[in-house]
């Protein structure tokens, strides 16, 4: 459809179906899931070409009581009929947005990256939304709960009966965006000078189940640049209810600590840290840095990276690049 997708993931059901999660970049937009109808058969991709031609489509509702609802985009179920402007289920699937208005399905903070953890739980970056909560702007509720969200959050969620296909799930806020001196309705989470953040972008689970978090920041640049911290997030349901700034209710994870949430890396100045893969033997990280300099021009850059990496005073055009860190000891990294 007609979507600001910033990423997917891919899930396998018990019964071997495909699970794709998805979520739109941009302001008051969705969280999605596609289940296919067929299973994943052997034989590749030859086998499979056709396998997400046949599904269905659905849009989250997260509900205030911490548990959410998947509704189905299905032509002629509910509100999307003819009589509403939807003749097929094309347009169903290409006006997705219009759809998930009239299902009434829960008003995001802009979801970037989408991941699932060994356990099958799905986490997804709110990555902010300054108009949350403003003038003629739809208003906070308990998955999206600060008004003027400039910091962003983590969102995760268990499906029922751990089954990707259930159209039922069970959700907390992991992680809450702040500075460490904000106020506790706003550092909900109790971030301190070792795993503050703003603007959470790029998600991904390493394979020992270590969860690296990826920032896209302009709220927090003053103090510092863009980030990656490494996290050992504990489970869905491990905190417990709050009231967030403006007097929203809302539920949220466990408290971070500098043994669960720590800034492993900060990149330089006008970048954004995104994309992270480690080996399988844990021991070898890649991680790109993308647009460095961003915000200068070249009569007055504001980087030089990575020439300044080893050229004190560098003057040179910065670049993206991808960087590999590995440790000294040979031992896995952020352990």
């Not at 509910?78 to 219009?98: C, T």
């Not at 539920?251 to 399988?280: H, M, Q, W, Y």
Request: charged content about 20%.
């Amino acid at each position: 459809g007609r979507g600001a997708h910033e990423g997917a993931t891919v899930a396998v059901t018990k019964d071997k179906r495909a699970v794709v999660y998805m979520g739109e970049d941009a302001r008051f937009e969705y969280i999605y899931k596609f289940v296919s109808r067929d299973a994943v058969k052997p034989g590749g991709f030859a086998a499979n070409r056709d396998l997400l031609d046949h599904g269905t489509l659905y849009v989250a509702r997260f509900d205030a009581n911490g548990r959410g609802v998947w509704l189905p985009l299905v032509h002629g179920q509910g509100a999307l009929h003819a009589g509403n402007g939807f003749a097929d289920q094309g347009e169903v699937v290409i006006r997705s947005r219009q759809a998930s208005d009239l299902l009434g399905a829960t008003k995001m903070d802009r979801p970037e990256w989408v991941v699932v953890d060994k356990e099958g739980w799905v986490y997804t970056a709110l990555t902010n939304n300054s108009n949350r909560g403003g003038d003629k702007q739809p208003a906070v509720d308990a998955a999206n709960p600060r008004v003027n969200n400039t910091q962003g959050n983590i969102i995760r969620w268990k499906e029922d009966a751990a089954n990707q296909a259930a159209v039922k799930f069970t959700w907390d806020i992991y992680l809450f965006g702040a500075e460490a001196a904000d106020k506790p309705d706003v550092n909900l989470s109790g971030l301190t000078a070792v795993n503050d953040f703003a603007s959470p972008d790029g998600l991904y689970f390493d394979p020992r189940g270590m969860l690296w978090i990826q920032t896209d920041d302009g709220a927090y640049t003053d103090v510092t640049n863009c980030m990656m911290l490494a996290a050992v997030p504990g489970k869905v349901g491990d905190g417990t209810t709050a009231t967030a700034a403006g007097g929203t209710a809302t539920i949220k994870g466990a408290n971070a600590s500098a043994e669960t949430v720590r800034r492993f890396l900060v990149g330089p100045k006008d970048c954004e840290i995104t994309g992270v893969v480690v080996t399988p033997d844990g021991k070898t990280l890649f991680c790109n840095v993308q647009h460095p300099g961003e915000n200068g021009t070249l009569a007055k850059a504001t980087s030089a990276w990575p020439d300044s990496q080893t050229t004190t005073g560098s003057t040179k055009r910065p670049r993206s690049a991808t960087f590999v860190v590995t440790r000294k000891d040979g031992g896995n990294i952020g352990n």
